[in-house]
């Protein structure tokens, strides 16, 4: 029989059936023509997928196991409906490994939506039906595919609304770099709507030659910053040397 792992709901099953936590495993009553069966679900499995399996007698283990698990109380172990997941379990190997191999899906995932397919369909499939076990196998292996292409269809998105938030939030202004050298020329706005509005710095670093600063000396920032004696005033020209602060 095909290994079911350590981890997952499949492997969970196999103990839950196989060691149940009261002690002894459950076994099915199978009339079989004239015959009663007692059955292990290892001999129910046996029967369904071994080497010497018997079609007439995969038929009687399904139709007894689904009423048994349809009549069984609602609240109870469910033992009954247990089993009859575990009998399908061989039965959907084959697809859940080739959905493993083709998509980036979770393991455990898909065998949560193939058990609930089973749950599912055992509600409705006609226990009499020579192909009960087939309808529940195939059901279960409907709701792999599904979940599956379900999954790898959806795209992660951005979510605008924090996007937007961060887009519109207020980044506080940079302080400019100070120059290591030469003067910084600071305006300072009057108190009144005309004119500047915000302080406005230049900086103009001093050439050198041979050691010697040959740029512009301070006379010289001093009659490039001033006004027209007809004009306006608009600020207050303030000058310092570089790295000095305000």
Known sequence: MTSTGTAG???RIDRDVLRPPGGASPSLRVDLGSRTLLLSPEDCRRALYGPLRDATLGRAVW???VTAARHEPRDGDGAGRLLVVWLALP???RNLHRILRRWRVGRADLEAEAVLAVLTALDAVDPGSPDTGGRLVKEAVN???AYAKRVTREIPVIDVAVFAEARDAAVPPEEPARPSEGWELHITPPPRREGLYATLRFAEPPARRGGRRTGPRLPDLVFRARRHEEADRIGTVVL?????GR
């Open 91 to 93: 039965g959907l190997y």
């Open 63 to 65: 139709r007894q196991a």
């Open 143 to 145: 709701g792999m595919w």
């Open 240 to 244: 310092r040397p570089a790295g000095t």
């Open 9 to 11: 709901v499949f492997a």
